[in-house]
């Protein structure tokens, strides 16, 4: 049923808020790389919803699936996704290899990082091979890093894009990009990487170096297709974990920083889209770091991590960053609680997050496999129900 509130369309709903003015309800996203559902839990919401349907993979790195367009619509979801591709030279794929008695899939990527999940498993792919393990800095000039500027990693973009902008209300946000420091260390390796960091900075600054240069042309291309059709521009690393940033304030402040801003300043240089970012955990330490390189947005705001709490973060971030996700505890609440406890949680943190606009509702992360659906339709139910002005 709609809410007789409803005056604005999905587009406009959601341009108000990420611009920090009030719209008739907050906006709803479901759908993203890092706002979607694995498709064990979306198996088990058709169940329940008694829908038929044939799921479809959006990323099998996280098994995530493609939510219909049925169920978009059944949880009222504002946003819609535009998305580049893999370049026509680029023949990966997801292959069956038998290892130690197992039947594995595996996923050799662009940048040549191998992904791998059991098949008895089907939960998520890791990375079983780090290709830059061994690499010294003077290696990186002769690695074979894919081109971000691509042309036919573009085929079809500008068209989808202006089916989506001319034929629906929806609001259009790209798919994950800007991965300048995370696929850092799925090149090295954890372990390597961090000590790195400490022991080997100048490696760090050259492999930064390539990654940026990837994501430079990647977006000065991509955007050059849709930067005028686009709402949202979603970027972003994890640069925390639960107790707080993975690595010192110096090491990000000095080799970190400055390529992420040189990236966001690039971007704005190129579409009036909003600027996306992604980290997990507490960052609050550097969200202020964030904010001076120019993003906008902040995602999936960790509510459970040290340091997040939700009503400090609104009362001290909240006129310079639209919170985009931190609908619920996902770490507790969410797979344990009941539904009418969901239910609570979600009015909890729309109510604090809601206020003078500058929030977007969606779990915090992508929402995984045993969740019960009851809790997932209360999810979304309650932020309808809870989000009206």
């Known amino acids: 049923m709609i809410n007789p509130k409803e005056k604005l369309t999905s587009r406009e709903r959601l341009l108000y808020a990420i611009n920090h003015q009030q719209p008739d309800r907050i906006p709803i996203d479901l759908g993203g790389f890092q706002t979607g559902i694995h498709k064990k839990a979306y198996q088990t919401l058709l169940d329940h919803l008694g829908l038929d349907e044939q799921i479809e993979i959006l990323d099998p790195v996280q098994q995530l699936a493609k939510p219909s367009e049925t169920v978009l619509q059944r949880f009222h979801v504002d946003t819609r996704y535009v998305c580049a591709h893999g370049p026509d030279s680029f023949t990966g794929g997801i292959e069956q290899n038998q290892r130690n008695g197992r039947l594995w899939h595996d996923l050799k990527d662009e940048f040549g990082v ?166 997990c955990g507490n960052c609050s330490p550097l969200i202020p770091e964030l904010i001076d390189n120019g993003i906008d947005i902040l995602n999936p705001v960790q509510i459970s991590a040290d340091g997040m709490d939700a009503q400090t973060l609104k009362n001290k971030f909240g006129r310079d960053l639209t919170f985009w996700g931190g609908g619920c505890d996902s770490q507790h609440v969410l797979p344990f609680a009941t539904a009418d406890q969901v239910k609570a949680d979600v009015k909890k943190y729309v109510e604090i997050f809601k206020h003078h606009g500058g929030y977007v509702f969606n779990n915090v992360h992508n929402i995984q496999p045993g969740i019960p659906p009851e809790n997932i339709v209360a999810l979304f139910d309650a932020a309808y129900e809870f989000g009206s002005y």
């Open 114 to 279: 191998i992904w791998s999940m059991p098949d008895d498993q089907q939960l998520y792919m890791d990375i079983s091979h780090h290709p830059l393990a061994d690499a010294t800095t003077k290696d990186l000039a002769d690695y074979p890093f894919p081109k971000g500027d691509d042309p036919t990693r573009f085929t079809g973009v500008r068209d989808q894009a202006l089916k989506m902008r001319n034929q629906t209300s929806y609001a259009i946000c790209t798919g994950i990009s800007g991965v300048v420091y995370e696929y850092c260390w799925y090149l090295r390796g954890l372990e390597k990487w961090f000590i790195d960091t400490i022991e080997n900075v100048d490696f760090c600054e050259a492999l930064l170096d390539q990654t940026l240069k990837f994501w430079m042309d990647f977006h000065r291309a991509f955007l050059a297709e849709i930067g005028d059709l686009v709402d949202v521009v979603m970027i972003g690393d994890d640069l925390a974990g639960q107790s707080g940033p993975l690595f010192s304030g110096q090491f990000y402040k000095k080799i970190i920083k400055p390529r992420q801003k040189k990236l966001v300043q690039f971007i704005k240089s190129q579409t009036k889209a909003k600027i996306w970012y992604h980290t």
